[in-house]
Nanobody, 126 residues
Framework: VQLQASGGGLVQTGGSLRLSCADA????????MAWFRQAPGKEREFVGA????????RYAASVKGRFSISKDNAKNMMYLQMNSLIPEDTAVYYC????????????????????WGQGTQVTVSS
């Protein structure tokens, strides 16, 4: 599994971005996929996650109602649609995956994921 995140950039407050996560190795045998982010000087933070066989994403409270995770199993892609962006959303965004079907309480644990993308920078200006 080789995850590649893309789609980051610079956007003004209130703007939108769509991040993509691809399995470049085309071995998408993962069962749970997630987005995390890390701002300078801060811990890696859970954004949201989804199980491959479901269409019910879970989100961190800080992004719920603004961000949306979707996936295309046929294309081995996962997406993060980010709307109503605020400066506090500025961070490097990472996609992550594991072949395990995680329970909900493990969604936010970075240690539960086996594969990570390289990260894509999102900067929201005020």
């Amino acid at each position: 599994v080789q995850l590649q995140a893309s789609g980051g950039g610079l956007v003004q407050t209130g703007g939108s971005l769509r991040l993509s996560c691809a399995d470049a190795g085309r071995t998408f045998t993962t069962s749970t996929m997630a987005w995390f982010r890390q701002a300078p000087g801060k811990e890696r933070e859970f954004v949201g996650a989804i199980r491959r066989r479901e269409n019910v994403p879970r989100y961190a409270a800080s992004v719920k109602g603004r961000f949306s995770i979707s996936k295309d199993n046929a294309k081995n892609m996962m997406y993060l649609q980010m709307n109503s962006l605020i400066p506090e959303d500025t961070a490097v965004y990472y996609c992550a995956a594991t072949p395990r079907t995680l329970i909900l309480s493990s969604f936010g644990d970075p240690g539960a994921y086996d594969y990570w993308g390289q990260g894509t920078q999102v900067t929201v200006s005020s």
